[in-house]
């Protein structure tokens, strides 16, 4: 059985970029977001049909192999782009 701390983890786990190495540790560096306020409205389930449409957009960069992405965040959903030559 999962403790409350591990339960709260795995809720919280962000997805990181691919890197082929099993030992990486990714920093975010600050970026930019939009500033549109979205009103949280819930369904009967307690469903939020009003998520938040701003788009945050971060610099990634793995501590231990070097590489560097951008990471977009849209609608809680996280895309990474593998900058080349950074």
Request: charged share 30%; hydrophobic share 25%; proline share 3%.
């Amino acid at each position: 059985m999962c403790s409350e701390y591990e339960k709260s983890v795995e809720v919280n786990k962000m997805k990181m970029p691919e890197c082929e190495r099993d030992d990486c540790r990714f920093v975010h560096r600050s970026g930019m977001t939009t500033l549109a306020y979205y009103q949280p409205i819930y369904d009967k389930n307690g469903v939020n049909i009003n998520p938040d449409m701003n788009t945050r957009t971060d610099y990634v960069d793995c501590l231990i192999c070097g590489k560097k992405w951008i990471a977009c965040t849209e609608r809680n959903q996280t895309t990474y782009e593998e900058l080349k030559n950074a």
